[in-house]
């Protein structure tokens, strides 16, 4: 059995968001859905059996964290502890890919295979961006497509995706439009 996973939802400048914990670290990070209720529903979809509780130290300042970069400040979360368990090795050698591309970067699925030493691995890579339990924390908005084009992105879709590497100040094509939208508009 796993350790036991608790969650809580916190408010952004972008809206509710959400994080689940065990006691080995993060389990799951949840960007804002169209209300606080939508937010907790898909969350606690993703980290099933947890329940709601207040956040250990170590959790509130995650929550603080998250807080400030939705806010537009820039924030590292390489050092955010993570219980990655159960997620497949290859998957896990690419969430420590993106971890190492920071603030204002971007990288390609191409690019993150080969430092995986799987050179032609791209879809995979793509494949794993799209199941990460944890986006923002690890950043898979900063991964794009060949010819820097945006992407998919399971966290909201490519205009979240665009809204966050706007955040960073990271412009691309049709990223600009969305990149350059208010931080206080609905998510």
């Avoid at 979240?160 to 990271?170: A, N, T």
Wanted: charged share 20%; hydrophobic share 45%.
């Amino acid at each position: 059995m796993g350790a036991a996973m608790h969650y809580c939802l916190f408010d952004t400048q972008l809206g509710a968001c959400g994080l689940a914990w065990s006691e080995r670290g993060l389990v799951r990070f949840q960007l804002p859905e169209a209300n606080r209720r939508a937010t907790e529903r898909r969350l606690q979809v993703r980290a099933l059996n947890s329940s709601a509780a207040a956040p250990p130290c170590q959790i509130e300042a995650v929550i603080a964290s998250v807080q400030r970069y939705m806010a537009g400040e820039r924030v590292d979360f390489t050092p955010v502890v993570l219980d990655l368990t159960g997620i497949a090795p290859f998957y896990a050698e690419i969430y420590a890919a993106a971890r190492r591309v920071g603030w204002g970067e971007t990288a390609t699925y191409g690019e993150l295979a080969r430092q995986a030493g799987a050179p032609g691995a791209a879809r995979a890579v793509g494949q794993a961006m799209s199941r990460n339990p944890v986006a923002v924390i690890i950043p898979c908005h900063r991964i794009l497509a060949s010819g820097n084009k945006v992407g998919g992105f399971s966290g909201g879709g490519t205009v979240s995706k665009q809204r966050l590497l706007g955040l960073e100040g990271v412009r691309l094509g049709a990223a600009k439009a969305a990149g350059q939208l208010s931080l206080s508009e609905q998510w």
